[in-house]
């Protein structure tokens, strides 16, 4: 077992289809009351727990007018 962490996956498509991932087969995943019920506080983290706090410098910078010296055609 890689760092002792077990895993279990949720995904749910647009048209309702469930699918889901055990690393563990022979392990099922806990139950709310389970985990409720555990020593250690349940953590609970969505993609904005992972942002940067300021996220100005990705901007992209405006495109320097360029001249291009050379021949023109008709």
Known sequence: ML???RTWL???TSN???YTYWFHPTVPAS?????HERS???VHKTPADYLPPALGYL????TPLM???GRRSK
């Open 59 to 62: 901007r992209t910078p405006k």
């Open 3 to 5: 760092y002792a962490i």
């Open 40 to 42: 250690q506080p349940t």
């Open 31 to 35: 139950t709310e009351q389970e985990i």
């Open 67 to 69: 001249t291009v010296l």
């Open 16 to 18: 309702d289809r469930v």
């Open 10 to 12: 949720s995904l749910e």
